[in-house]
């Protein structure tokens, strides 16, 4: 679906306030990350903002918004499961809670390993000072 406007309707008859992919994350039993490519499949209008190119950077941070008209028509659709999205995309099946569970103990396993190396680097920094300064 496109996001232009329809011949003869006026500007602000469009301008309902988008929602947001928190919003829409409590409306459809969708993980966050996949929203655009489920709202893609249930023709529910997206907008885009960010993710411009930072060349050797990356890409700066994407935010989607949704049209709330379209995100109300699919969420029946969706939560009964006549839109074919990928079981592991889904908050309401065992593959999307089991890929959720292990992603976000994947992130807090490498987040404590990373607070465990910078913590052994500062001892060791300051068991070397320490050595350092005691030795004549």
């Known amino acids: 679906m496109s996001d232009t406007l329809e011949p003869g309707t006026s500007e602000s008859a469009h301008e309902e306030r988008w929602l947001s992919s928190d919003e829409v994350a409590k409306l459809w039993p969708v993980r966050r990350d ?4 489920a709202a893609h499949r249930a ?7 960010g993710g411009a190119s930072r060349g050797t950077w990356g890409a ?3 935010f989607y918004s949704f049209h709330p008209g379209d995100v109300r028509r699919a969420a029946p659709a969706i939560a009964e ?3 074919d999205i990928p079981s592991n995309w889904r908050t ?3 593959d999307g809670r089991r890929t959720e569970f292990w992603g976000a103990l994947t992130a807090r396993v490498a987040g404590t390993l990373l607070l465990v190396a910078a913590l052994c680097g500062l001892l ?11 030795v004549e």
């Not at 996949?34 to 490519?37: E, V």
């Not at 023709?43 to 903002?49: A, C």
């Open 43 to 49: 023709d529910v209008r997206v907008r885009r903002h």
């Open 81 to 83: 499961g006549r839109v």
């Open 34 to 37: 996949w929203l655009p490519g």
């Open 60 to 62: 700066e941070p994407t």
């Open 92 to 94: 309401d099946t065992p």
């Open 124 to 134: 060791l920094i300051l068991g070397t000072v320490i050595f350092l300064l005691t």
